[in-house]
C-alpha cells in the first residue's frame, strides 16, 4: 500500500518555527521528486517547494524564499519542510506529493499525495 503522511503541524505564534515531515510507506522515495503544497481557506492551492532525486531544491514563491527549507533523508524515506519567521498568511493545510521523475509546480503532475497538516500562525 502506498502512502505518504505528513505531520508536525500544529498552532504556532508569529515569528516562530514548525518542521514538517512527510514520510513514505510502500514505496521508495528515492525514485521520486518531492513537493511541498499549502492551501489556504478560499485560496487556490500553490506550491511551496520541490526537491529533486539528487537533493536540489526549489523555492516557488518570493514570498516564502529565506523562511522555508526543504530536505530528504532518503535513509528515513522522509522529506522535511523547516518553516521558519513564520507569519498569519502562511497558515494553511500543507501536502507533500511525489513525482516521477522531475519537480514541477504542476500540481496535476504529481503521483502520489498526503492528506495534509494544518499549520495556523496566530497570536
Known amino acids: 500500500q502506498l502512502q505518504l503522511v505528513e505531520s508536525g503541524g500544529g498552532l504556532v505564534q508569529p515569528g516562530g518555527s514548525l518542521r514538517l515531515s512527510c514520510g513514505a510507506s510502500g514505496f521508495t522515495l528515492d525514485y521520486y521528486a518531492i513537493g511541498w503544497f499549502r492551501q489556504a481557506p478560499g485560496k487556490e492551492r500553490e506550491a511551496v517547494s520541490c526537491?529533486?532525486?539528487?537533493?536540489?531544491?526549489?523555492d516557488y514563491a518570493d514570498s516564502m524564499k529565506g523562511r522555508f527549507t526543504i530536505s530528504r533523508d532518503n535513509a528515513k524515506n522522509t522529506v522535511y519542510l523547516q518553516m521558519n519567521s513564520l507569519k498569519p498568511e502562511d497558515s494553511a493545510i500543507y501536502s507533500c506529493?511525489?513525482?516521477?521523475?522531475?519537480?514541477?509546480?504542476?500540481?496535476?503532475?504529481?503521483?502520489?499525495w498526503g492528506q495534509g497538516t494544518q499549520v495556523t500562525v496566530s497570536s
Open positions: 506529493a511525489v513525482r516521477l521523475y522531475a519537480c514541477s509546480r504542476r500540481i496535476s503532475e504529481y503521483d502520489y
Open positions: 526537491i529533486s532525486r539528487s537533493g536540489v531544491s526549489i
